[in-house]
């Protein structure tokens, strides 16, 4: 039989004819799988927490004042209208409504952002006048105010997966509104 003593000790009564002998137990307690399971748990938590650290892309917003020139031919506009609908053109905007230029794109799919990117890259590096070939290439990224803000991002990581030096996302011009509305109704 064991009782546990107001001093944290086991005593138990051994009956023999006549004679009680006491035998005293002391507890001891193995910390040493606690103290590992707390080691552990803090390198779980610290590993874990510089691992998922969040990721930023750098994006240079223009500046307001005049525009910049730019060369037509180095220039690829993309429009972001309601939801997924991407159009583009290349050059100027008077110029690709004229001649019937501004199609319709994915960012996914057979013809996709992705080719007409590398088309355009393939073009300037294949133009004799040109000096600084694809690295030339201006994408403008053009997002309407019903524009869904996962496509800017997803055209954002177009241009970083296609190694577009310049890029920059700027506002539609009023034609190019009049434009998609005409063109979606």
Same mark, same amino acid.
């Given at each position: 039989?064991?009782?546990?003593?107001?001093?944290?000790?086991?005593?138990?009564?051994?009956?023999?004819?006549?004679?009680?002998?006491?035998?005293?137990?002391?507890?001891?307690?193995?910390?040493?799988?606690?103290?590992?399971?707390?080691?552990?748990?803090?390198?779980?938590?610290? &590993?874990?927490?510089?691992?998922? @650290?969040?990721? *930023?892309?750098?994006?240079?917003?223009? !500046?307001?004042?005049?525009? /910049?020139? +730019?060369?037509?031919?180095?220039?690829?506009?993309?429009?972001?209208?309601?939801?997924?609908?991407?159009?583009?053109?290349?050059?100027?905007?008077?110029?690709?409504?004229?001649?019937?230029?501004?199609?319709?794109?994915?960012?996914?799919?057979?013809?996709?952002?992705?080719?007409? &990117?590398?088309?355009?890259?393939? @073009?300037?590096? *294949?133009?004799?006048?040109?000096?600084? !070939?694809?690295?030339?290439? /201006?994408? +403008?990224?053009?997002?309407?105010?019903?524009?869904?803000?996962?496509?800017?991002?997803?055209?954002?990581?177009?241009?970083?997966?296609?190694?577009?030096?310049?890029?920059?996302?700027?506002?539609?011009?009023?034609?190019?509104?009049?434009?998609?509305?005409?063109?979606?109704?």
């Amino acid at each position: 039989m064991a009782q546990l003593n107001s001093e944290n000790e086991i005593t138990s009564f051994r009956k023999r004819s006549g004679v009680q002998r006491m035998v005293k137990h002391n507890l001891k307690i193995d910390m040493t799988p606690m103290v590992d399971l707390g080691f552990l748990l803090i390198s779980f938590f610290v &590993i874990t927490t510089e691992l998922s @650290k969040p990721t *930023a892309m750098d994006l240079a917003m223009t !500046k307001d004042g005049p525009p /910049m020139p +730019l060369a037509e031919s180095s220039a690829l506009t993309v429009l972001i209208d309601k939801g997924n609908t991407i159009y583009y053109y290349e050059g100027k905007w008077e110029e690709a409504l004229q001649d019937n230029k501004i199609k319709q794109t994915r960012l996914t799919g057979l013809d996709n952002i992705r080719s007409i &990117i590398n088309a355009k890259q393939k @073009k300037l590096d *294949a133009d004799v006048k040109s000096k600084e !070939k694809r690295d030339g290439l /201006m994408l +403008l990224i053009k997002p309407g105010n019903d524009a869904n803000y996962r496509t800017i991002v997803d055209l954002l990581d177009e241009a970083t997966i296609n190694i577009v030096k310049k890029y920059a996302v700027i506002n539609q011009s009023k034609q190019e509104v009049d434009w998609l509305r005409g063109n979606n109704h």
